[in-house]
């Protein structure tokens, strides 16, 4: 192949001219000296050379931030794996790897990368994938479809109009999406000998629990209608405040809290929706993003879209004008159009009309089109699995009949203009408010099979050379589980002691007992010797004898009184709350540090099972912490105490233990 323009190649060191001494050479990109195949596709669905394009969702990312967020975690993850299969083979040719040979190896497989932060110029990454399992070495080309100025933010009032009218069936489609994956995801370790068959153990049993709890309280009616009425009133006030005649209250409240947050997260969907112009200006930045990775000479092209940016790629696909365009695989994640066909099938929204262009047959134009959707189980945006719908039928991998169900086997034949989306459901955070956002920092559900699938460009995932052993897939995820269960059961745990507490504390206070007044009273007697307490609290004061003067004023002397005697005790209140709020926030730091390195640990392509003593000690040590505040806003001084105690010598036993088992390995983390 004829090198490109401008094309430097660096200096890299084989391993065998290495050990024979001989001197380094510079060697041409994997794509470049791949033997010569007829046709675009390699044996087994792998391209020579792969173009991928990223696609982000609605909001204001600046130019390059998705490229550098999403390039970043897939170089990280393959640079982890070839240390990991390159410290095993050259075990297995030495005994053991070298110092001379460590110093010269090259694990990093970025061969090139250009990027502008100011849009002056498309990003561009080149990945080297070296040669492994039988699969030769290839190349990966990585571009974004940067979208998010390419549209008109529309005005606040419309926007608000526009939510206002819909977020009953948008909150009803979110509740009715959560799923219980937790029998598919038994039924697989069970059938990969990851877990023993019959009742599974206890830590499952309770993780699966609380899955189903949480699940069914966030997807009951009562707590959609809750939801969808207290979002209605808040547009609702939201549109009172923009018509406020004040400017300063106007600015302050409306263009600097309000407006950013409407129109630049949802401002956008309105518009990808209603306006053919724009959204066909959106469609041509993906167009040529895609022109450029064929004139680059990829044989092969992945779009990787996330929520919004799944409807960009959907009617981008469906454009006759890019008709010509190859795309062989659309990865699709947290993808939006589930709750745009929602939409559609509202006949009290009339959002899109028949024949509008999101609403058409891809199978029809685009019949060899792979597509891989991922959907995390709390994420509000997807609500679920993909909507079987014009050719699309979604096939969870999990629940194929077949002896053995597992991601990335071949998926039965389908009819004629149907395409099969393989539907992976992943585990996030376990939370709707944190697992629209959290993909890429899931190695275990969404990162190794990402990699898998942008290896087999043209084919299944397991024509990939990375990852290859299927027990060790399903292993991540079941730890993965464990670990977002514990994630989970802390928020919940966090949640019912503040509201147990607040309630007590409340029950206590109107019996008499002063508890809340009285720590009220002391904070506030604290507060009062910071020099310059009188910024905050001079406004309060103010606003406080303003609203007793008002009251006072017509009549209601005995309300103001009430209203001022309430103060302490609200502060009393406040105070707690902020006391577990704090409490909350350290678990989950120190959660994230687990969770950072546990992920870490399973980027090699074989997995070592973690330690986890340190996570469970300091586990041990927050939940005594919990206990002992709770003790302690009750006056309950020596219970508090001896939680504490029993807390960090729990803790202290179960790291003693774990690094008993696991020498060497555990240690306690960093604070």
Known sequence: MERRPGEDQPTVFSDAAHRAGAAPTATPAPSETIDAVPGPARPGGIARRTGIVFVHGIGNQAPAETFLDWAGAIVGLLTDWHTSVTAVSLAHDDGAPSAPESAVRIDDPVWRAEFSLSAASPPYLEIAVPAYAGVPATTWVATEAWWAADLRAPDLGRTIDYLRHRIGMVVSGIASGYRDRAARLLDLAQATDVMNSGPPPLDWRLAEALDRIQSRTFGSPPVGWLVGAAGAAMLAGYDVLRRVPLPPLRDFAVRRMVDSFLVDWFGDLPVLLDEPVESANVRARLARSIQRLVDDGCDAVVVVAHSGGALVSFETLLDPAYAHLPVDKLVTLGQGLGLAWRLAADPTAHEIAPGDRLVGNLARVRPGLRWVDFWASYDPAPA??????????????????????????????????????????????????????????????????????????????????????KTDRTRRIVWRRERVSALAAWGWACALSTI????????????????????????????????????????????????????????????????????????????????????????????????????????????????????????????????????????????????????????LVLWIRGAQQHPGTTRPSAP
């Open 384 to 469: 679920g699995p993909l909507p079987a719908r014009g050719g699309l039928i979604a096939e969870d991998p999990w629940l194929l009949e077949r002896p053995v169900a597992l991601p990335g086997e071949p998926q039965p034949t389908a009819p004629a203009a149907t395409i099969l989306v393989e539907s992976r459901p992943v585990t996030n955070e376990m939370n709707v408010l944190t697992d629209h956002g959290a993909y890429w920092a899931n190695p275990e559900g969404f990162l190794i099979p990402l990699v898998r699938h942008l290896d087999a460009a043209t084919g299944d995932a397991t024509d990939s050379r990375f990852y290859r052993d």
């Open 500 to 651: 147990g507490t607040c309630i007590g504390l409340i029950a206590l206070q109107a019996v008499g007992n002063a508890r809340l007044s009285d720590a009220g009273r002391g904070f506030a007697a604290a507060w009062d010797q910071i020099p310059g307490h009188e910024i905050v609290s001079g406004p309060v004061v103010a606003i406080g004898t303003i609203v007793g003067t008002l009251l006072g004023g017509v009549g209601l002397d005995t309300l103001a009184r009430g209203i001022g005697s309430l103060g302490p005790a609200m502060l009393g209140l406040a105070l707690v709350i902020a006391l577990f709020a704090a409490l909350t926030r350290i678990g989950l730091a120190r959660w994230h540090r687990w969770d950072a390195r546990e992920r870490r640990a399973m980027h090699p392509e074989t997995v070592v099972p973690p330690s986890r003593s340190s996570a469970f000690a300091e586990a041990v040590l927050l939940v005594g912490g919990v206990i002992a505040v709770v003790a302690a806003m009750f006056g309950l001084g020596q219970a508090s105490g001896v939680a504490l105690a029993l807390g960090g010598a729990a803790g």
